[in-house]
């Protein structure tokens, strides 16, 4: 049975940081490309990061390339996200997922399994 546990969310300031984990069991973790997406109420939830099984090639929304950056411990079975520069549109509960395929160019796949995810709220 596939888990994954979202932490580290919290109230932050625009313009500060916040470092999300997502600990992953039942699953081929160290073969399985990983990602985040992000929801707020009323709306779709929306990819935002991922990052292929060996953790050399990533990819990004536009609206956080650069502030963000997606990486993992295969060793571990965890996935992180680091994001800096928060806005307050980042304001969303973040989820990880398993089972995508990413390059430099994008993504396909599409998540089965989700966690509880971890709230994450910028103040202006």
């Known amino acids: 049975q596939v888990r994954l546990v979202e932490s580290g969310g919290g109230l932050v300031q625009a313009g500060g940081s916040l470092k999300l984990s997502c600990a992953a069991s039942?699953?081929?973790?160290?073969?399985?490309?990983m990602g985040w997406f992000r929801q707020v109420p009323g709306k779709e939830r929306d990819f935002v990061a991922g990052i292929n099984w060996s953790g050399d090639s990533a990819y990004y929304v536009e609206s956080v390339r650069g502030r963000f950056t997606i990486s993992r411990d295969n060793a571990k079975n965890t996935l992180y996200l680091q994001m800096n520069s928060l806005k307050p549109d980042d304001t969303a509960i973040y989820y990880c997922a398993a089972d995508l395929t990413v390059n430099e160019m994008g993504y396909v796949g599409v998540p089965t399994n989700w966690g509880q995810g971890t709230q994450v709220t910028v103040s202006s």
């Open positions: 039942g699953l081929p973790f160290s073969s399985s490309g």
